[in-house]
Nanobody
Framework: VQLQASGGGLVQVGESLRLSCAASGIIFSIDIMGWYRQAPGKQRELVAHVTSGGSTYYAGSVKGRFTISRDNAKNTVYLQMNSLKPEDTAVYFC????????WGKGTQVTVSS
């Protein structure tokens, strides 16, 4: 099993990023897939998830700014992040909901003011 997140970077407040997570070794199409993040000194938290049918959930802190989507044919889940804030700074990971797989390395997102 491999969960490979990418697309992070250093951006300014108000800018956007699009994260991707490619999954291999799992039956991707049947899992609820989520994006999680972990900021320095904080616990990892669920940011958003999407079902195989496309239904979505967002944490209150990102609702209206982030959009999660998936492409089952490519075994990939995406996170479009708009209007980024300094408090969005974290390492972002993908995994199933509930968590079933070993964590990948994640991708660093840094929002500078």
């Amino acid at each position: 099993v491999q969960l490979q997140a990418s697309g992070g970077g250093l951006v300014q407040v108000g800018e956007s990023l699009r994260l991707s997570c490619a999954a291999s070794g799992i039956i991707f199409s049947i899992d609820i897939m989520g994006w999680y993040r972990q900021a320095p000194g904080k616990q990892r938290e669920l940011v958003a998830h999407v079902t195989s049918g496309g239904s979505t959930y967002y944490a209150g802190s990102v609702k209206g700014r982030f959009t999660i989507s998936r492409d089952n044919a490519k075994n990939t889940v995406y996170l479009q992040m708009n209007s980024l804030k300094p408090e969005d700074t974290a390492v972002y990971f993908c995994n199933s909901v509930p968590i079933k797989y070993i964590w990948g390395k994640g991708t660093q997102v840094t929002v500078s003011s």
